[in-house]
């Protein structure tokens, strides 16, 4: 587990880290004569939510809590992974199938004596859905959202398998893309924690403040999404996540964050890596104990496709 106090120095560390990865990188490539345009064309290709290009996504994220709980200023850490190959049926049309797979290096729960930080492998979830590009250069999405209870610590296994619809629509513009992708997730089964307003919130669960019930789970989430291409693989970029759960408690219903980051198209070797680094700020979160601030660092090797 990683101890995790001041918030702002962590932020600063992660910044750091990024922009010297970036200037090194960026040093490399002109070094060896590597051609800026493609990177730049991969990026915008990258762009595409529906593009038929292998990724393997390892976000890493920062989160600084807070609300009206005795001791709320908290600080999570998780890395996450979540490969992307999407296997073309046709022009324009591909299917995905997609897990993500959390790992908490320090994540607050709350127990009898207080918040205490925890590290474990978290819940994992997937989805399965078919994308399409239209002439029109808009792009659908439909398919089914899963989230499973697979976290190897009890304080941070979610109380119930979860399924439901998932849907995107998004466009390509002159200067980009812009999304949005909304899911509904429904409890399956009984819930294994009868205390629902027990569970904690985790950077990719949805927040479960509810009454002292056995209700099943019901939360609308997803994720807006915006990318503007710059020059030189340069591109302006963010994709917060937000979530409305439908069994919270009175001002402990709906998290949204406003986002904005940076991403760039480098090289390691001869394989394509996107790094990005992003910033959220919560404009609505949970009242008893949610989310404040996340920083979200990515590092996404681009791989072939195995098919």
Do not use: C
């Amino acid at each position: 587990m990683i101890d995790l106090k001041n918030k702002r120095n962590v932020i600063a560390l992660i910044a750091l880290q990024f922009i010297m990865s970036l200037f090194v990188m960026n040093a490399q490539d002109t070094d060896n004569g590597a051609p800026q345009d493609d990177a730049a064309s991969l990026a915008k290709e990258l762009a595409n939510p529906n593009a038929t290009l292998g990724q393997m996504l390892f976000p890493i994220d920062y989160v600084n809590y807070g609300g009206d709980l005795p001791d709320a200023n908290q600080n999570g850490f998780v890395l996450s992974f979540q490969p992307s190959l999407p296997i073309s049926i046709s022009e324009g049309i591909n299917l995905y199938v997609r897990p993500l797979i959390p790992v908490f290096l320090s994540q607050p729960v709350l127990g009898a004596n207080g918040f205490e930080n925890k590290g474990a492998f978290g819940n994992i979830s997937a989805d399965i859905a078919i994308g399409k590009t239209w002439p029109s250069k808009w792009i659908t999405l439909i398919g089914v959202f899963g989230g499973f209870p697979t976290a190897s610590d009890k304080a941070l296994r979610s109380s119930q398998v979860t399924l439901g619809p998932e849907i995107m629509v998004a466009k390509l513009t002159s200067f980009g893309a812009v999304g949005v992708m909304v899911s509904q997730a429904i409890g399956v089964g009984s819930p294994s924690d009868p205390d629902l307003s027990s569970s904690t919130v985790f950077v990719h669960d949805a927040f479960a403040a509810a009454n002292n019930n056995t209700k099943s789970a019901s939360v609308t989430a997803g994720q807006y999404f915006y990318t503007v291409n710059l020059k030189k693989g340069w591109q302006v970029a963010a994709s917060p996540t937000y979530s409305y759960n439908y069994n919270g408690t009175k001002g402990n219903k709906f998290t949204l964050p406003l986002g904005t980051g940076v991403q760039k198209v480098l090289k390691f070797g001869k394989m394509p890596v996107r790094m990005g680094l992003q910033y959220w700020y919560y404009v609505a979160s949970p009242d008893a104990f949610g989310p404040k601030h996340q920083v979200r660092f990515t590092f996404a090797p681009v791989v072939p496709l195995p098919w």
